[in-house]
Structures are given as C-alpha cells and as structure tokens.
C-alpha cells in the first residue's frame, strides 16, 4: 500500500530571471532588477506572497529526510500543481520537466533518493508573452484566461495585460512510496441498457422493464517485474475478481462491471447525485500490493448540438446555467470557499456551471460530483494562438492531459476546446483538438470550439436589452449578461475609485468598460459613487432577468439551456458577475435567483409606462397582462393557482386571481391574458406587479415586475 511523505510546508525561494516568450517560441531571459529572495509556504501562487506581478523564473527549494526504502518499493515525487514550467532536481541530479499549469504530474526517484537527508530544488518559469507580436494575437502559453482575458487585471492593455501572475507550486507537493507494481491510473465509463424480463405461468405472463449499468474499466498497471496478480473492483456491493498476467513496465486492463437496477447520478433538480464508491485493489496471493479508490457516479449525458437539448439518463434537461472562474490563484481556492461557492451557486438555482476557460482544482468538481451541478469544462485556449506546429503538438498533449485527469467526474458533460477561436486556429487547431478529445472521450459531447455567435451580449455591446426577444445565440447559449459595479466600498479599493468622479484610466484596469456602460447600457452616473453603484447594478439586474425570462419560455422549441456570464469575479474587478470577488452578491445576484426558479410564474410586460386613462370616456382603461409557466421539474403539477397583486407605495390596490389547472411535466404553457381592471384612483407613480403561483395552498413560484403609472398633464 501506498505512504505518503508530505513536502508541503514553507520553502526557500529565489527569484532568478524575469522571462518573456518571443514569437518563435523561445524564452528570454532578463537579470535586472530581480526582486529579493525568502520563505514562502508551498503550495501557494507567488503573487500572493510578495511577488507582485512577477513575470519570470523562481527557483524554490527545500531538504526533507527519508527512511531507507523497504525491498521491493518505489519512490515517486508527485506536483498536484505548478504554473507554469516546472525543471526538477533531487540531491543534484535532474529529475524531469514539465509544462502546463493545471496537470498533476510525476517522476520517479526510486534511484537517486538518499537514505537521510534530500535536497530538492523546483525553477518555475512563469514568463510574460512579448506584447505586440506574442501577446494578445499569437500566444504561446496553454493559460486561457489565467493570462489572456477581458475580466482579469489589465484587461487588453498591452503593457499590463499580464499582471498579476498566477506562477508557482500551487498544488500540493509529496513523496509517494509504492509498491514495486501498481495501480496507475483508472478510467470507468458507463453505458446504461434497458434490461427485460418476462415470466410465463399457465396463460399469464408478465413483463419487467429497467436499466441496467455497465461499466467498463481501463486499468493502467505498473510493475518492475511483472508477474500474474489478482485484480479486485468494487462497486458499492457489486465486486468481482479476476487473475491477470502483467509484464514488466506499463500494461492496460480492460475489465466490465454489470449493475442490475443501478442508483444512477442526477443533477440536483432532477434526483439524487448518487455516487458509489469504486475500488480496485491489485493483489499478490493476499497481500494488498496497490489501491485505486474514489467516489463514482452512474450516468449517461447527451447533448444535440443541433437543437441543444441536454438528456441525462435519457430525461430532457433545461440547464440554468452560469460561467464561473472562481479566482487567478489556484492555490487560495480552499474547501471552504468551494463550499461557499457552491452554496451560492445552488441557492441561485443554479443546475449547470460552464468552467470558463480554465481548469479548476480537482476539489471544485468533486464537488459538482456531490451536489449533482453539471459541468460544460473549457481547455484553456482563449482567442489567438501561434500557427507554430510545435504548439498544436503541445496543445494535442495537454488536451489528453485534461481528459484523462477528469474523465472520472460524472458532472463533466461536455468538453469544449477553445473559446472565440481565431481565424487559423477555427480552421485547423480546433478541428485536431476536437478528434483528440473525441478518441480520447467517446461518451461526452466534445465541441471544438464556444463560437462568437453563441455568446449573446444585446444591451451591451451593441442594441438594446429588449433584443433578447429574438433570442441571440440559440440554441447553446454559453454567454450572455452585462456588466455591473460591485459595492462602493469595494469600488473605493481600486485604482481610481477612490475619488469622485472616478479616473476612468485606474477602473479600467479593473476592467470597467466605459464605453458600453454609457453609450450603449445608457446608465447613468448619479451624483455619487453609491449611486452609481446602484445605477449599474439595477441595469443588470433588468437585464438578466429579461434575458432568462424570454429563453426560458422557448425552452426545447429554440433554446436547450444557457449559461449567464458571469457568477462570481476572480479579483477585485467590475465585471459581468453577479457575485464580488468577496463574494459580495450583486442586484443581479438576486435577478438571477428569481428568473432561474424551477418552477418560474411570468408576465408579458410590453410596456413599462401605463397612461392612466378611460376606455371610451367612462371607465378606467384596463390593464392586460399574458400570463405564463415553465416547469423544469418532471413532474406534472395539477390544480394550482395564481395571484396578481398591484402594489404601490408598499400598498395593494388591486388583486385578482385565476386557476392554471395544469401545468405539464418539465414543459412550457401560456394562460389566457389576465384583465385587471384599475382602479379610478390608482396613484400616479411607480407601481409593482406581484405574481403568485400556488400548489395546494402552498407557494411554489413568485415573481415581480416594475411598471409606472402615467397620466397627462393638465
């Protein structure tokens, strides 16, 4: 069995270069002005330890003491993570090289470890891209958004674009002491079958139908000395044993489990997100040499591409989805912050995250896993990238990086290879990436590329929000929203918040896009911070849930599902979230919780002046309202009613109320247009439309609208 040897822990480190990649794909080196070296706690990205906005090599290093090795056991020093390029060195010797950021990876030490005292030495280059002719059109660096993007520090700026750098040992780091063969690496795939059975008695009969899960296992062993061996797989109180003969070096097994009447992973609003626990034991006679062990969830997704309707185990799903990119410093991304996270997340009604752009640490999924979020996961791919061949290699090694580090995590659906391609990489790296992903992934939806035309920002960067009537982006809606100042005092910390008016300069550094804010989302400034603040918010705010109002009564006919862009800021930025970098929620925050109910009443507001006036001379002029319900859950709700309240001035000046008889499972329906006959001496000023939706006396939808009543003047 395994031991681990924790490295963790504060570490020596001494900056050595600052590094830029040139355009044919080298690193260039700088010496001048190198800040000082020190300790720092590992894991931890280096800007959160005084390295502010290094771009550059750092050279870390550490002892630790290790017992002899037993007979028959292998050393190997594992990096949960490190970003960017990583050079190894064990007691003097080099061990190995790796790049990327977000991939565990490994090398044995079997032979260089020393009994006693070890001397390790990591040189991490996280260099900057050259601006101009690398940056931001023909990059390098497999980063995404953690180096290239609208909402992080600098925004498109070519000379800070790059700042505040996400290098350094930011995963754990450990000695793993393991048996001379071993377990390396497990990939379980399910495919669920309908099973039937029939009994005949005399001229009865009947006749069963069910599912049943198979689940095929790929088992990467290796061994020093081969041998024949046991292999034992578990799953929940299924178990089965086979003898298998293994050679020296790596060896793939194939084996299948057969689960009658399986407890199957759903997404939270659909069912349970039931996970079973799959184990697989490599055995001499009966000696446990190796164990493979995680949580495991039975499932099948599909996604149409043509329609964009999702199915989970054969069941529609509308995914009420959102973009997330939790923070630019992995190493900060706590349990305790995935849990808050996810709790806001659900509380919004939140089914569906895309992972925007970026790999997340394997505890984020873990816990999509446990609370049955899906997952639309991107490659870190971002716009521009180099027509170098060498790139495409590394982009074609790093995407099977990805796969294969994932691929057990039942809430991942989709995979997806870059976001907004450019011209030449549309053309020809995606189309590669798109057949690597598909050969390495049969079972998932892969998609080459999340296209311009998919991301629908009416409202914002050109039109007005009311364009979203015509559904921009359909059927697969993976972007849409606008932006939205988070609170003053938050403001107030930023360049150029901290006076009144704001420098314009410092908060676009913090990605405020003045442009789109004034002249084309027409908000206006106020005589204040706070009221600005409050301006911007209420714009976005209207805008999502107009947007989300209008998809979602087209749910199946056009649209499949959507993600709003974004939930929560990565740094202390204005940005299209709905959530600070605090985790501070937003007016949109709350737009959002109300327009993503399962279960959503809505109204047909056309206009948002009323003129209080007569029909025909003699009485109040009515007032119109289209009534209707999506229902996400599948089950049909029968014998309910609705309420329509007018409020004004925190006083209700009118009511009326209907019967929706029945409302279709996971579907869509339309009430005759309710009259509201007004009052003679309804009050001039704004007014609020409450609506009501009641299953046996109790509330299951609530919704609002804000109108203002009119009159001419005299």
């Known amino acids: 069995m395994n031991r681990r040897i924790d490295l963790n822990g504060i570490w020596t480190f001494q900056p050595i270069a600052r590094t830029v990649v040139q355009a044919d794909g080298s690193v260039r080196s700088f010496v001048k002005d190198i800040p000082s070296g020190g300790q720092m706690p590992i894991p931890s990205n280096w800007q959160l330890q005084g390295l502010e906005s290094f771009n550059g090599r750092v050279r870390f290093s550490r002892s630790f003491v290790c017992d002899p090795l037993p007979l028959g056991q292998r050393a190997f020093l594992v990096f949960r993570g490190v970003d960017y390029f990583a050079e190894v060195t064990l007691n003097g010797r080099f061990i190995g090289r790796h790049e990327g950021y977000f991939q565990p990876f490994e090398f044995e030490v079997t032979h260089v470890l020393r009994e006693g005292e070890n001397q390790l030495q990591v040189d991490v280059d996280c260099p900057a891209e050259e601006p101009g002719t ?78 049943q899960a198979i689940v095929r296992l790929d088992i990467e062993v290796d061994s020093w000395q081969g041998g024949t061996f046991a292999l034992h797989v578990e799953l929940g109180n299924i178990a089965k044993t086979s003898m298998v003969d293994l050679p020296s070096g790596r060896s793939q097994v194939t084996t299948t489990l057969s689960v009658p009447d399986p407890s199957l992973w759903w997404p939270w609003d659909l069912g349970t997100p039931y996970l079973y626990t799959l184990t697989v034991r490599l055995m001499e006679q009966d000696r446990i040499l190796s164990e493979w062990q995680r949580p495991y969830g039975l499932r099948e997704l599909a996604l149409d591409h043509h329609t964009g309707e999702w199915r989970v185990n054969g069941k ?70 180099t027509e170098d061949p060498r790139f495409m290699d590394e982009a074609v090694r790093q995407v099977r990086d990805m796969i294969r580090h994932l691929y057990n995590h039942p809430c991942i659906a989709v995979w997806c290879l870059q976001n907004e391609s450019s011209f030449h990489n549309k053309m020809i790296l995606n189309p590669v990436l798109a057949l690597v992903a598909q050969a390495e992934d049969a079972s998932r939806y892969v998609r ?37 100042l988070p609170a003053a005092t938050e403001v107030r910390e930023m360049e150029g918040g901290d006076q009144w008016p704001p420098n314009w300069d410092g908060l676009a550094y913090h990605d405020f896009q003045y442009d789109q804010t004034f002249h084309v989302a027409g908000i206006q400034m106020g005589d204040s911070l706070e009221a600005f603040v409050g301006h911007s918010q209420q714009y976005q705010a209207e805008l999502l849930k107009f947007a989300i109002e209008q998809y979602r009564q087209h749910k199946y006919e056009r649209v499949g599902g959507i993600f709003q862009f974004m939930f929560m800021d990565c740094w202390p930025s ?141």
């Open 134 to 211: 690398v940056w931001p059109d023909h990059k390098w660096l497999i980063k995404g958004i953690l180096s290239h993007w609208d909402a992080r520090p600098g925004s498109w700026d070519l000379q800070r674009g790059q700042e505040k750098n996400s290098g350094g040992i930011w995963g754990d780091v450990y000695l793993d002491i393991r048996s001379h063969t071993f377990v390396r690496h497990v990939k379980a795939t399910t495919a669920l079958v309908p099973q039937k059975a029939s009994t005949d008695m005399f001229v009865m009969s009947s006749r069963a139908e069910g599912v």
């Open 574 to 714: 204005i940005t299209w979230s709905v959530v600070s970098y605090y985790r501070v929620p937003k007016k949109g925050y709350y737009a959002l919780q109300k327009a993503y109910q399962p279960i959503l009443i809505g109204a047909d507001i056309q206009r948002e002046k009323v003129l209080v006036g007569t029909d025909r001379g003699a009485h109040p002029r009515p007032l119109w309202l289209p009534l209707w319900i999506v229902n996400d859950r599948h089950e049909c709700l029968e014998a309910c009613t609705y309420e329509v309240r007018l409020v004004a001035d925190n006083q209700e000046v009118c009511r009326v109320t209907g019967l929706a008889d029945t409302i279709p499972a996971d579907g869509f329906i339309r009430l005759p247009p309710v009259r509201i006959n007004v009052p003679e001496n309804m009050p001039l000023g704004p007014c609020s439309v409450e609506l009501t939706l009641y299953r046996e006396g109790e509330v299951i939808s609530r919704n609002s609208y804000q109108i203002e009543w009119v009159g001419i003047p005299r």
């Open 448 to 484: 080459a590329t999340s296209e311009f035309e998919e991301h629908a920002y009416p409202g914002w960067y050109y039109g007005h929000l009311r364009d979203y009537l015509t559904l921009p982006g359909a059927p697969i809606v993976t972007e849409f929203g606008a932006q939205a």
């Open 316 to 385: 529609r799903f509308f995914v009420r989805g959102t973009n997330v990119v939790p923070t630019l410093w992995l190493s900060e991304y706590t349990p305790e912050r995935i849990a808050r996270d996810i709790a806001l997340l659900k509380a919004a009604h939140v089914n569906g995250v895309r992972v925007c752009v970026h790999i997340n640490r394997e505890e984020f999924y873990d816990a999509c896993d446990r609370e049955g979020i899906i997952v639309w996961q991107d490659f870190p791919l971002q716009w521009g990238y």
